[in-house]
């Protein structure tokens, strides 16, 4: 009789053992997966941010494109009238050499010679405007590349801390560690017969949201980070170049010096500010693309905190 007595107390004891150990393992759980969302959330909105800055460094880089184009068609403009001025001017000789060759029609050479005189001056007219607007356009694509350079170096720093960090990707190991444990304490609970049937439930709950963490790739987050840190650092570094180009462009002693050397400076500097808003753009894709991948990560997290409310 004693004997049954205590093996009663026994079994007792290891129905309530069974049941602690659910309960301890549920509140495992909570502690290693219950605070990862917090983590998320800042990167997210990092993530945000960058895609906002890139975005400006992307607008920046195309207006600089588009002024320069349009720049590079108002010098195109002035080269077409240089040229024009100098066939007049050869007109214009041509008549001068006939006016003092001949002593007939003097009065309809000379008139043409002044209409020449007038054209000239008219196109000289033009070139002097043209140059104005040329000399402005190209200090602003100075002005703009110049200014958009900080948004790529921002992006880049952005970029640079935005990544999953070690804490984290331990915390979600032990997460996923957690509810392994708890998997394998509800199953014994259940063979058992240790623990209520709304334990049990809410124990099946708490494994099917939280286990969704094996299969995040949280790589996805750091490979899209790398992603928009390279092509910042790339729009920075064009950028920058692109500046102190177009600057060397439109200074007076290239304007007024080589006409072929400052072709080909605007040409490279169209060139460069091409580079970075492509380099913007694809950090700007790369950034959104992490917020999905963060997102998807963020889900599973409130799916599995939710479960253990």
Known sequence: MRLGFVISLILCAGVANAADDLTSAIENVRAACGSISNELIDMKTKAGINTAVTGVGTVAGGVALGTGIAKANIDKNVTSLEQEIENLKKLQGNKFDTLKLSDENTQAISLEIQNYAESIAAKQAQISE?????????????????????????????????????????????????????????????????ADEFALQRADKIVSACSEWEYVDLSKIDNRATGALVSNAIGATTRIAGTVTSASANSKNVRDGDATKEKNLNTASNVLAGTTTVASATATIFNATQIKAIKQAASVADVCEGALK
């Open 130 to 194: 043209l140059e104005k607007k040329s000399v402005t356009l190209g200090n602003v694509r100075t002005g703009t590349m110049a200014g958009a350079t900080a948004t790529n170096i921002a992006g880049a720093v952005i970029a640079g801390t935005n990544k999953v960090k070690g804490d984290l990707k331990s915390q979600i190991d032990e997460c996923i560690a957690a509810t392994k444990t708890l998997s394998r304490v509800k199953m014994q609970a259940r063979i058992d017969n240790s």
